[in-house]
């Protein structure tokens, strides 16, 4: 398997910012793993709250997660500031794959990197349904970036 590299701010579109929390720390005094995908969920659904794109309540059709990953370069640690920045790496019929990479304080090189798919389904059925004009639309306003 090849190893992707740390990734600059310039490869994103949009970005968000979070706090590190104490709570975040484990055992071995960083943030655990688990904490940087809550961070990806976080920055992912955000983005779409922000473009007006997601209706948790009322909305007809729902992005379930089928698919993350994450890579890690470095260590992050209470009280860093994250900023997470977000692409969109591939937009299909019925589902949208997000590229995310985080960012220590104001470094420009990314402390980890991963990938978040949704694919949209019907509320009530779960079946799959396409994209709606307006999500395809803005994934493809923050599509782009260096995908290795």
């Known amino acids: 398997m090849t190893r992707t590299r740390p990734r600059p701010r310039s490869d994103f579109h949009w970005f968000c910012q979070m706090n590190t929390q104490w709570k975040d720390i484990d055992i071995y005094g960083h943030v655990n793993n688990a904490v940087h995908y809550t961070w990806f969920d976080t920055a992912v659904n955000g983005w779409l709250v922000a473009r007006g794109l997601l209706d948790p309540v009322r909305g007809e059709a729902v992005g379930l997660v ?60 779960r079946r799959p349904v396409p994209l709606s004009e307006e999500l395809q639309r803005a994934a493809h306003q923050i599509q782009g970036g260096n995908t290795e």
């Open 66 to 125: 089928v698919h993350t990953s994450c890579e890690y370069f470095d260590e992050v640690v209470f009280p860093d500031l994250v900023t997470c920045g977000l692409c969109v790496s591939r937009v299909g019929k019925t589902s949208v794959t997000y590229e995310i990479s985080l960012f220590r304080n104001e470094r420009d090189r990314s402390f980890a990197h991963g990938t978040f798919v949704h694919a949209y389904v019907d509320r009530v059925t």
